[in-house]
């Protein structure tokens, strides 16, 4: 119900705010539907499906399974006389397996069709706007999907647009989750109707700044808070603890001449390592203490980093992917080459970037644009990895091994 009075308190201020909206930039008014489609086949043998994936299983064998998966956007975009706008995405989606792994609103009727955006613009002037609604954010030093550290995150909340010359500004306030679940405290008492807001919610700021025409800096610093309460298991281990810390980064990309660059420095609160995963984190009776439930967090704080230096000859670019995380820091989900890393666009991703252990990498990234419709892409990469010793919140990292290789792990080429 919050969420539905939000929505109908930003269109009523859209249309409040008609007159000083007038006053912004002349804007052409109209509705411009634009989209894109995506078609992926993927076969797995039955060799993949090994113990950890690669190894030799012990037990029941699996078959080789073939995989095709397909989505189509649509994009709607309505702007008035005054400047103000509307953005909706929607998506459909159909496949022979597992969909794709972004959080969707999928039924038990297995609906297909949902708006993943959907929000209102209101430019105050040319130098300010606001956005309200369900929209998409991406802070970095590259476009959207490329991104280390805070690519493409689904978001619930109202966001600002501030451009000061070179420098843009953008403060926020969202939600990240918001609901009443009445299994997430007091299970282990019995008290199992007892409800708990599970309200999580970020706050903070983005900026940056071009220092020339090829050179930009940027920044993020932000705090999520967390109303859900710490939970225990009937062992007494720790089940849940509040997703709750600070976050932040900088980055900076330019280029001169043919050499480019592209680079990001992260850092996460203890609680909030792997915090843009996705993945379900409330406490259930299965929890042990060599298996907590929470999923997202760890003992210690968790820095993450890469340095992306390229050359381009023509059309050939090569580059070198270097990078690290440490103390359970795991990167966006779409960051990293294709077996390793890219958990939301690789069919093959064997292990997340940042998974089982504290991860150094480099990556030869050579990309050739045969023609304006056709590139071809190829990575060496070898990763060390100094795996931890135990997974969980009490241990050196978060409990995110579901697809991963092992905490075993110590090195992987790709």
């Not at 689904?154 to 843009?168: D, F, P, T, W, Y």
């Amino acid at each position: 119900m919050k969420k539905v009075l939000v929505a109908g308190a930003a269109l009523m201020l859209a249309a409040g705010m008609y007159a000083s909206a007038a006053s912004a930039a002349e804007v052409k008014p109209g509705v411009v539907i634009t989209g894109d489609a995506r078609v992926r086949w993927g076969y797995t043998s039955e060799d993949y499906w090994g113990q950890n994936q690669f190894g030799n299983r012990v037990g029941a064998q699996y078959d080789s399974q073939v995989n095709l998966d397909h989505r189509v956007r649509i994009n709607i975009t309505g702007t008035s006389a005054g400047g103000t706008y509307v953005k909706a995405r929607l998506r459909m989606e159909g496949s022979t397996g597992d969909i794709d792994a972004d959080p969707t609103p999928i039924d038990d009727n297995n609906a297909n069709l949902w708006a993943d955006m959907a929000y209102v613009g209101i430019p105050f002037s040319d130098m300010v706007t606001v956005e309200i609604g369900r929209y998409r954010s991406t802070y970095g030093p590259l476009a959207a999907t490329n991104n280390f550290f805070y690519d493409d995150v689904s978001l619930s909340g109202a966001k600002g647009i501030i451009k000061i010359g070179n420098v843009e500004i953008n403060p926020f306030i969202e939600y990240m989750e918001e609901a009443q679940n009445k299994y997430e405290t007091g299970y282990v008492a019995g008290d199992v109707n007892q409800r708990s807001d599970n309200d999580e919610m970020r706050f903070g700021v983005h900026a940056k700044g071009k220092i020339n025409k090829d050179w930009t800096i940027g920044g993020l610093v932000g705090y999520q808070n967390d109303a859900r309460q710490e939970v225990y298991n009937a062992l007494s281990y720790k089940d849940f603890q509040p997703n709750e810390g600070f976050f932040a980064s900088i980055y900076t990309s330019g280029k001169s001449g043919a050499f480019g660059i592209a680079a990001e420095l992260a850092v996460t609160d203890g609680d909030l390592n792997n915090f843009n995963s996705w993945e379900l984190d409330q406490a259930t009776a299965i929890g042990t203490s060599a298996a907590p439930n929470d999923r997202i967090g760890s003992a210690d704080t968790g820095f993450g980093g890469y340095a992306f230096p390229n050359f381009q000859i023509d059309k050939l670019n090569i580059g070198v992917n270097l990078g690290f995380t440490q103390s359970g820091f795991q990167p966006d989900r779409a960051f990293g080459f294709v077996m390793l890393g890219t958990a939301d666009n690789s069919r093959i991703s064997a292990v997340r970037i940042g998974d089982t252990g504290d991860w150094l990498w480099a990556g030869l990234v050579a990309s050739y644009a045969i023609n304006d419709s056709l590139k071809l892409t190829g990575n060496l990469v070898y990763a060390d990895v100094d795996a931890w010793d135990t997974k969980g919140p009490n241990g050196d990292g978060p409990n995110t091994t579901a697809g991963a290789i092992g905490a075993a792990l110590d090195n992987a080429w790709e």
